[in-house]
């Protein structure tokens, strides 16, 4: 079993920034893709960046231009930098990995907080 550790949560101004982590316990070698995604209480998760195994990103719009992710040559953590936090940002973060063997599946890590007060 793959543990996906999150670090960099907080609380920040709006404007500010945040850095969040995610690492892998060890290496998921059939990995396509990590990525962050968010939820507030009484709503879904939604997803907030992801990149692929071969490095292409997406983002979802309302995180554009703000947020950037980025993933370790060893496919084993990511990072997103979050710049000019808005108060919507707030929500619990969580780590993904998505892989395909022996099957399709998912890890998640446990969330963290990101609190942006206005």
């Known amino acids: 079993q793959v543990q996906l550790v999150e670090s960099g949560g907080g609380l920040v101004q709006a404007g500010g920034s945040l850095r969040l982590s995610c690492a892998a316990s060890?290496?998921?070698?059939?990995?396509?893709?990590m990525g962050w995604y968010r939820q507030t209480p009484g709503n879904k998760r939604e997803l907030v960046a992801i990149?692929?195994?071969?490095?292409?990103?997406n983002y979802a719009d309302s995180v554009k231009g703000r947020f950037s992710l980025s993933m370790d040559n060893a496919k084993t953590t990511v990072d997103l930098q979050m710049n000019n936090l808005k108060p919507e940002d707030t929500a619990v973060y969580y780590c993904?990995?998505?892989?395909?063997?022996?099957?399709?599946?998912?890890?998640w890590g446990q969330g963290t907080q990101v609190t942006v007060s206005s």
């Open positions: 060890r290496t998921i070698f059939s990995i396509t893709a």
């Open positions: 990149i692929t195994r071969g490095g292409a990103t």
């Open positions: 993904n990995a998505h892989y395909v063997l022996p099957r399709v599946g998912e890890y």
